[in-house]
């Protein structure tokens, strides 16, 4: 842990985490999930990437991933485009790392906000505990999850507390809250507001912050202050968490029931194009090609033209080409009219660098979606991205 008397002001923070962030982006290991860039993580290379933040005194916001979350981003393009702008976005729960595997996609495993917080606390360096700061949770659950993490004495170190209360995202976000959370200069902030006001939150004051790790991580607080027991690993393992978390609290029955039947009926309306995204899969897969067939740039725009496919053997070539796009922070034109086929990281990367071209208030242009590529796109539910972040697509 940084000590506290080195930390960086707001400002100073700010700058580098922008200064830092398209590189950190474009070397990360990523792939399209439901029209999210999801790193390929592990738990115990989260921690390490956690560390690694907070030992370089950068901010990042980090997502966790689950059914609900893709649900609620379904249904709200402003909750889809703060996730989207995460600068880290894991797998929490069975049932997606599940369908990710269907897709053919190397997740290695789920890494939720609990295990991650477990984790931090029984098996982090007592030497050199992460402090964290709580924010949200019901009635006296942040100052008992308080007392818990600081009678553990282990990887975690509680510097404060809060409930804001049921108040709106503006009313949560006046200056006394961000003060309070900025004098106990915080690793890591936890809120737990509930996801959709929780994430928004988040979106709206994360320039204001000075927590290196700002995370929305839900229940976890619950299971931190012990109101709440996470289930057995055998649950945990077999998809079944959701069974023992009804068990515990049957009020959580209609909302699993509810986003399982919304996804289910997505999921049901793409089933075709998932064969046709497979079959395109095999043909251009481990395909040769020319990836990029032309580029072109003048003072305010660049246009890339696309060639025919892109698949895994060209990935550094497009994090390079991305990257180096992102960089110069001009206009861009994204012309697809020869491509047939992308890959899930090459969408990945795409929303990556359309994150960036938003966060610089920069003009994209999409051109040519038809054909397989339309399907792709909606297949993967990156057409829900592009609209979320008002990007103008031309399907013709």
């Known amino acids: ?23 950190n982006d474009f070397q990360r290991d990523v792939y399209c999930l439901f029209g999210f860039p999801v790193d390929n993580l592990s ?5 390490n990437l956690l560390k690694n933040n907070v030992s370089a005194c950068q901010q990042i916001v980090l997502s966790t991933v689950n059914v609900n979350w893709i649900v609620t981003s379904l249904k709200s393009p402003e909750f889809r485009a703060a996730v989207l702008n995460s600068d880290i976005c894991i797998l929490d729960g069975m049932p997606l790392l599940i369908l990710s595997h269907c897709l053919g996609l190397p997740m290695r495993e789920v890494v939720s906000g609990s295990s991650l917080c477990e984790h931090l606390l029984q098996k982090g360096d007592a030497q050199n505990p992460l402090s964290i700061f709580l924010f949200g949770g019901n009635s006296d659950t942040a100052e008992n999850a308080f007392i818990k993490i600081n009678s553990s004495a282990k990887g975690l170190k509680a510097v404060g507390h809060c409930n804001p209360g049921f108040g709106s995202i503006k009313t949560m976000s006046e200056n006394s809250f961000i003060q309070r959370i900025n004098s106990s200069s915080p690793d890591i902030l936890l809120v737990a507001l509930g996801a959709h006001k929780g994430v928004l939150w988040i979106e709206r004051n994360r320039n204001k912050l000075n927590s290196h790790i ?3 991580l839900g229940a976890t607080i619950d299971f931190l202050a012990g109101t709440v027991k996470r289930a057995p690993l ?9 069974l023992w978390r009804i068990a515990k609290e049957p009020s959580l029955f209609r909302r699993y029931l509810d986003d399982g039947l919304f996804l289910f009926g997505e999921l049901i309306s793409r089933f075709l194009f998932f064969f046709k995204y497979i079959r395109l899969k095999k043909r251009y897969g481990q395909k040769a090609g020319k990836p990029i067939i032309l580029m072109s740039e003048n003072h305010d725009w660049i246009t890339l033209k696309f060639g025919e496919h892109f698949n895994f053997p060209q990935k550094a070539f497009v994090q390079q080409t991305f990257y180096e796009v992102a ?8 012309d697809f009219d020869k491509t047939e086929f992308v890959d899930s990281a090459f969408l990945a990367y ?5 994150k960036h071209q938003n966060r610089n208030n920069r003009v994209v242009k999409v ?12 297949f993967n539910f990156v057409t829900h991205s592009l609209n979320s972040l008002d990007i103008s697509i031309d399907f013709n």
């Open 367 to 378: 051109y040519n979606i038809r054909n397989n590529l339309q399907k792709i796109f909606c």
């Open 350 to 354: 795409l929303l990556l660098l359309l």
């Open 234 to 242: 055998f649950f945990q393992k077999t998809a079944l968490e959701w």
């Open 1 to 23: 842990m940084i000590p506290h008397g080195s930390k960086k002001s707001i400002t100073s923070l700010y700058q580098s985490k922008n200064n830092g962030a398209v590189h």
């Open 43 to 47: 738990l115990k290379s989260t921690e």
């Open 327 to 334: 960089l110069k922070k001009k206009n861009i034109v994204l």
């Open 214 to 216: 700002i995370s929305h």
